[in-house]
């Protein structure tokens, strides 16, 4: 069975500081990894996916993400936030056989701070 | 590409009585998913379809809930008897089968409150 663990529940950060939001994976197949974002109200939006290459993958908004097999993680980075970044961003796994569900971690909610 | 369409959007209804949320995917997306958003929780997986067939249900999904796409494009989820326990947000997503990923394409969802 596939899991996905985001330990931060919450994180502020102020205004043009970097960030990063933790995401570690478990699964006994090789993963396809997604980062999305959900504003309040809203639905998901797909910032980026690892499916297979390059590890360092870069997404939308300036956002990149790292995936590291030897660790498990998929950790997203942002060099330098805007207030519009405040939202819930969720980790989710899914395998490229069948790939037909994801697994959520719970979210971490980022609040950046002016 | 008009994106993942739900309605309503929001939905206030009494315990015992039956509801019904719709969703139409991207025009040729071929799987369709349904899940569940509980405050402070990620999305949980309750069932999908390929084309017109439902090929998986969790264990979320009890005897309460069904959910169709008739003819393989929009679907419904309906849930009858509703329990304050079902108030969370629906999501329905779709995807297009291809090789480079299976990308799911999130809708805004559908918030249910049961009173």
């Known amino acids: 069975a596939q899991s996905v663990t985001q330990l931060d529940s919450q994180v502020p950060v102020f205004e043009e500081a970097p960030v990063e939001l933790r995401c570690n994976y478990s699964?006994?197949?090789?993963?396809?990894l997604f980062w999305y974002v959900q504003y309040p109200n809203q639905g998901l939006q797909l910032l980026l996916k690892?499916?297979?290459?390059?590890?360092l993958v870069k997404g939308i908004n300036g956002f990149e993400a790292e995936f590291n097999k030897s660790q498990t993680s998929f950790h997203l980075r942002k060099p330098s936030v805007h207030i519009s970044d405040t939202a819930e961003y969720f980790c989710?796994?899914?395998?490229?056989?069948?790939?037909?569900?994801?697994?959520f971690g719970t979210g971490t909610r980022l609040k950046v701070l002016a | 590409d008009t994106g993942v369409s739900q309605n309503p959007r929001h939905k206030i209804t009494k315990r015992g009585q039956n509801v019904t949320f719709r969703c139409d995917p991207i025009?040729?997306?071929?799987?369709l998913y349904w899940y569940r958003q509980t405050l402070g929780q990620g999305p949980e997986f309750l069932t999908y379809?390929?084309?017109?067939?439902?090929?998986?249900k969790s264990r979320l999904l009890s005897d309460r809930f069904s959910a169709e796409r008739p003819k393989g494009s929009f679907s419904t989820l309906e849930i009858q008897r509703t329990e304050q326990g079902d108030s969370a947000m629906y999501l329905c997503?779709?995807?297009?089968?291809?090789?480079?990923?299976?990308?799911?394409?999130f809708g805004e969802g559908s918030w249910l409150t049961v009173v």
């Open positions: 379809f390929q084309n017109e067939a439902q090929l998986e």
């Open positions: 699964s006994s197949v090789s993963v396809y």
């Open positions: 690892y499916l297979s290459g390059s590890t």
């Open positions: 025009s040729e997306h071929n799987r």
């Open positions: 997503a779709s995807s297009l089968i291809d090789r480079a990923g299976n990308t799911i394409y």
């Open positions: 989710a796994v899914s395998s490229p056989s069948g790939t037909y569900k994801y697994i």
